[in-house]
């Protein structure tokens, strides 16, 4: 909740110092050039250390970036500094986000077959896919009640809390050391999650598809410039906004928890990802809030099959001693499509306007889809 109600603020944050689309771009282009830098090295690090240790340095650390947040948020700092040097300060902070989240993204995944037996992975997956969206649904929902409520300044102090309950509760787990001994020098260590990868086409099939989908189809970077430009909504509307993708993929994460894929999940993966075009070209072509709000719900439910196929996927296909550069690789690939889609979101809106380029997005990710369609058919005829 903690970490998804600071993507929230800091967007509006940014919006409101700038008034500019291009910054927008530039917060995901801060994260994710470190994120994507580091990721390899840090999968190599995640196998040959305690995970558990290593989490909640991860977590302490990003509780040092929220605390500068809400410096940068007072008003001893608008004093001190104009709109765009916070704004410089805001891409360099979330520049070192990138860097602990090249880390901790991958242990969260690397651990939960060591917490669960093998044969129980496909739920454990589903599951904590549930729990990461529900915190997801709740911290941009959040995030945009308590800045209309108390301010940016004092949401950060809100944030900072739930970082630090967080951390608590995660020191209730177990030590989580290696699956076995990373003997091997750390260039060869970061091949064998590469290689591992590349080699096996379904994982590398999904989370492709899921990388160039995300990387045009992503409208989440504009939500920002919708609700205060075109449908002329406040930071509630914004904080709904920003909601209803991750309230549409725990629907249907919820609902595949109850009642699992059993067949042909390759192709729903892609009928899904077609219809998560289709949705952000909807909302593109909106002026009207509920509708923008179903086109965004509906999008993420069509991403909550993905999530669920993908992630299953990559638990039951990774040997245990290879889960942390596999899950560092996939964390590339998600950075790439999130982070990299905002950059592209923003300087494309910059270049075309706003509405055209998120109807050129939708447009491209149904592209992909029909390109995936006929050159992968391993993956279009998989099931698990």
């Known amino acids: ?76 700092s608008t004093i001190l500094f104009s709109n ?11 520049a070192i986000t990138g860097v602990i989240r090249a880390f901790s993204g991958p242990i969260f995944g690397a651990m939960i077959s060591r917490i669960v037996p093998k044969e129980m992975l496909p739920p454990a997956a589903t599951i904590s896919s549930a729990t990461w969206l529900s915190g997801s649904i709740f911290g941009h929902a959040a995030g945009g009640f308590l800045i209309a409520l108390i301010g940016i300044h004092n949401t950060f102090i809100v944030v900072l809390l739930f970082v630090l309950i967080g951390f608590l509760l995660l020191t209730k787990l177990h030590k989580k050391p290696p699956s076995e001994p990373v003997l091997k020098n750390t260039w060869q260590s970061m091949r064998e999650g590469l290689d591992y990868v ?64 059993h067949r042909k999940q390759g192709k729903l993966l892609l009928l899904s990802v077609i219809g998560f075009g289709i949705c952000i070209i909807i909302f593109a072509l909106s002026k009207l809030f509920w509708l923008s709000f179903v086109a965004l719900l509906i999008s ?28 560092s690789v996939n964390s590339m690939f998600i950075n790439s499509s999130n982070e990299l889609g905002q950059f592209e979101s923003g300087m494309m809106a910059k270049l075309m ?12 990710t149904l592209l992909v889809v029909a390109v995936t369609w006929v050159k992968a058919p391993n993956l279009r005829k998989m099931e698990y």
């Open 1 to 76: 909740m903690g970490i998804r109600m600071t993507v929230t603020v800091i967007g509006w944050w940014m919006y409101l110092l700038t008034n500019s689309k291009l910054a927008l771009g530039f917060v995901g282009l801060s994260e994710v050039i470190p994120a994507v830098t580091m990721a390899l090295y840090a999968g190599h690090y995640i196998d040959k250390s305690e995970k558990r240790k290593l989490l909640l340095t991860c977590i302490l650390l990003y509780a040092g970036c929220i605390l500068l947040f809400i410096f940068l948020s007072s008003k001893t």
């Open 84 to 94: 765009w040097t916070i704004a410089a300060i805001i891409c360099t902070i979330i």
């Open 353 to 364: 306007g706003t509405v055209p380029s998120v109807i050129f997005g939708g447009c491209m």
């Open 198 to 261: 590349f080699k096996t086409k379904e994982v590398l099939g999904a989370i492709s598809l899921d990388l160039f989908a995300i990387l045009f189809g992503g409208a989440v970077a504009l939500i920002p410039v919708f609700a205060k430009d075109i449908l002329f909504i406040g930071p509630i509307g914004f904080g709904w906004l920003n909601a209803a993708t991750d309230i549409g993929s725990i629907i249907v994460v919820a609902y595949l928890t109850i009642k699992p894929l």
């Open 300 to 327: 993420g439910c069509m991403d909550g099959v993905s999530v669920v196929i993908r992630s299953t996927i990559l638990q039951l296909k990774t040997p245990d001693e290879l889960l942390g550069r596999v899950m």
